[in-house]
């Protein structure tokens, strides 16, 4: 049994929190399995998209798409398909000037 994808956001949210980066619910998702999408934001106009693998204990988060920054708005058009295709999906954006997520990914 895996642990559902509305536990899995609360708790990134809170440890994010936690740490002092802000991270935010944009979109709410299926409680039990919907996908997670993680928008990392640079606060320079620039983001990174990442999705969240239950099944990869060790490093659940993975890039989606570029490793590279990619322009903001690019990246919401990219979470605007995903959502017309999967309504189950959750996003959760997070704001991230300095760098400090690479520390906490494979925490969460």
């Known amino acids: 049994m895996s642990v559902s994808s509305e536990i899995i956001v609360k708790a990134f949210i809170k440890m994010m929190n936690k740490n002092?980066?802000?991270?935010?619910?944009?979109?709410k998702g299926d409680n039990k399995s919907g996908e997670i999408f993680l928008k990392v934001s640079n606060l320079l106009g620039y983001a990174m998209l990442y999705s969240y693998r239950k099944s990869n204990i060790n490093n659940p988060w993975e890039i989606y798409g570029s490793e590279s920054w990619q322009i903001d708005t690019d990246?919401?058009?990219?979470?605007?398909k995903i959502t017309s295709i999967d309504s189950d999906a959750w996003i959760i954006e997070l704001e991230d000037k300095n760098g400090k997520f690479s520390n906490f990914k494979e925490e969460v």
């Open 20 to 27: 002092f980066l802000d991270a935010y619910l944009v979109k």
């Open 75 to 80: 990246i919401n058009k990219k979470l605007d």
